[in-house]
């Protein structure tokens, strides 16, 4: 398990020059889902499909989840981790509820199987530090799966701001309720892709943070508007609910030079650049790849397997939920006269 591979041989002819090029096949890695609900079986079905590849297994307690990944992928499934252990995996990937994430994280690595762990890493910064540690301990790969640096979108937003000097990052990820609510609120859901991005755009530790906090409708919030300083001076902010009607993610990045926008699900990047003394300036769309997030992410996981350093390591994914928590923690300031929020509460948990 987790050996690395040479991929290439290059036969050189009598006179030096390449006269063929072999290119051996690599060995079958061997993988498997921990946890077969919403993203799993995503999981599942991407991992079935790549070459190089054996889905061996995926685990879930629940019959009924374990029935509709056989049915969508054909491989086999297990109510219990030892049992997909058992069978010989190099690596595993979690997709199980975040506050598992740690317990099968640390039973994983101790095998030295090499994980990805959905995001975020853990539930708190202590648990992802253990993973962090369990990983580096065992000398196996850790990446975490902030699945949204590999949306082409996001992707082309980052070259269009590469060498540019980055000013403000605004992005907005807003949508209905999720059908099934979990233990934890918008925040730790869904604002720490945007914390995760706000980092790997600015390539800078976020060292400020300003949370407004709302629960209008659930227990935990369901509204959040973040505002954040980098080490490097961006100042960025995060508009993230619940409560709208459709989903939106766009974002949008002032560099000195640039205007960027991007709509994460449309996929459409526009930049404005050449900002003349009279207002005038010049639009363009920039080209944006097709390429499934998830199935990208997992190829990137399986090079790292091979020896790529991990897209998204595990430091960066305690580091994103360091920020997600401190969010939650610091204290907002009171309004004024904040009303009492009238109407019903949903229950979450
Ligand atoms: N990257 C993304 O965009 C993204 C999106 C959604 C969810 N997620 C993350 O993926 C994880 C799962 O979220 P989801 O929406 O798929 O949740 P889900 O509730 O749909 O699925 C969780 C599955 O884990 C199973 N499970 C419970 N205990 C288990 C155990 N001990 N071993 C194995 N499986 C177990 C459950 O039965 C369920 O099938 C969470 O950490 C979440 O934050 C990431």
Same mark, same amino acid.
């Given at each position: 398990m987790g050996d690395r591979y040479t991929?290439?041989? #290059?036969?050189? @002819?009598?006179? @030096?020059? !390449?006269?063929?090029?072999?290119?051996?096949?690599?060995?079958?890695?061997?993988?498997?889902?921990?946890?077969?609900? #919403?993203?799993?079986?995503?999981?599942?079905?991407?991992?079935?499909?790549?070459?190089?590849?054996?889905?061996?297994?995926?685990?879930?307690?629940?019959p009924a989840h374990r029935a509709r990944v056989t049915e969508l992928t054909g491989c086999q499934t297990f109510a219990e981790l030892d049992e997909l252990i058992a069978e010989g995996v190099d690596a595993v990937t979690i997709a199980a509820p975040t506050h598992l994430h740690h317990e099968i994280a640390l039973a994983c690595l101790a095998r030295k199987i090499h994980v990805l762990v959905e995001k975020p890493i853990a539930s708190t910064v202590e648990e992802g530090r253990d993973i962090v540690n369990a990983a580096r301990q065992a000398g196996v790969t850790l990446m975490v799966g902030h699945v949204e640096r590999f949306n082409p979108a996001v992707a082309a937003i980052k070259q269009a701001i590469s060498g540019e000097d980055i000013l403000s990052i605004g992005i907005t990820r807003v949508g209905p309720f999720p059908p099934r609510m979990s233990n934890v609120g918008v925040v730790i859901d869904l604002a720490v892709h945007d914390i995760d991005l706000i980092r790997w755009f600015t390539e800078s530790d976020i060292v400020e943070v300003q949370p407004q906090l709302s629960s209008a409708v659930a227990e935990r919030e369901d509204i959040a508007l973040l505002q954040f300083r980098t080490a490097s001076g961006v100042l960025a902010h995060i508009n993230t609910n619940w409560l709208t009607p459709f989903k939106a993610r766009n974002v949008t990045v002032a560099t000195r030079g640039k205007y960027v926008m991007g709509d994460l699900l449309t996929r459409q990047v526009t930049e404005c650049f050449g900002f003349k003394p009279d207002g005038s300036y010049s639009m363009r769309h920039l080209p944006v790849g097709h390429d499934e997030p998830l199935r990208a992410e997992? &190829?990137?996981?399986?090079?790292? !397997?091979?020896?790529?350093?991990?897209?998204?390591?595990?430091?960066? @994914?305690? +580091?994103?939920?360091? #920020? +997600? &928590?401190?969010?939650?923690?610091?204290?907002?300031r009171p309004a004024a006269s904040s009303p009492p929020r009238k109407g019903p509460r949903r229950v979450v948990g």
């Open positions: 991929t290439g041989v #290059i036969r050189m @002819g009598s006179k @030096g020059s !390449v006269s063929d090029v072999k290119t051996e096949p690599k060995r079958q890695l061997r993988v498997g889902v921990v946890g077969a609900g #919403i993203m799993g079986s995503n999981h599942a079905r991407v991992l079935a499909g790549l070459p190089d590849t054996a889905l061996v297994g995926v685990v879930d307690p629940l997992l &190829i990137a996981f399986l090079r790292a !397997v091979r020896g790529e350093v991990p897209a998204v390591t595990g430091d960066e @994914g305690v +580091a994103s939920l360091e #920020i +997600a &928590i401190r969010c939650l923690e610091t204290p907002a």
